[in-house]
């Protein structure tokens, strides 16, 4: 792996820490924003054609997803908490698919 890319997983990792760290307990977890894996995979895929691009393990064992859409711009983070539940953390438009490039930061020390 090289700098570069480590420093992208740096980013990714962080950008994904913030989300939950502003999101520590799923809005609604109780409540109308979580549902079965399978219904909110199926309802962000059929109703907005979000697919997944990207994945991490955050804190308490809770799996945190990005779903975005090139084509409707759509975009939706979810995390699954170990009992199954995917909860609906946040959503947006105007998504961009983005690897920028980051090798201005290769000699950065890590």
Request: glycine residues 10%.
């Amino acid at each position: 792996m090289t700098k570069t890319q480590m420093i992208a997983n740096i980013f990714y990792a962080t950008l994904i820490g913030a989300v939950l760290m502003l999101f520590a307990e799923p809005a609604g977890a109780q409540g109308t924003n979580c549902g079965p894996r399978a219904d909110v995979l199926e309802r962000l895929s059929a109703g907005y054609g979000e697919t997944r691009r990207g994945i991490g393990l955050g804190s308490k064992n809770r799996v945190v997803e990005v779903f975005a859409s090139p084509e409707t711009g759509s975009w939706t983070v979810t995390v699954t908490l170990p009992d199954g539940r995917t909860c609906l953390v946040a959503s947006g438009q105007s998504w961009e698919d983005r690897m920028d490039d980051l090798a201005h930061l290769a000699d950065a020390e890590i």
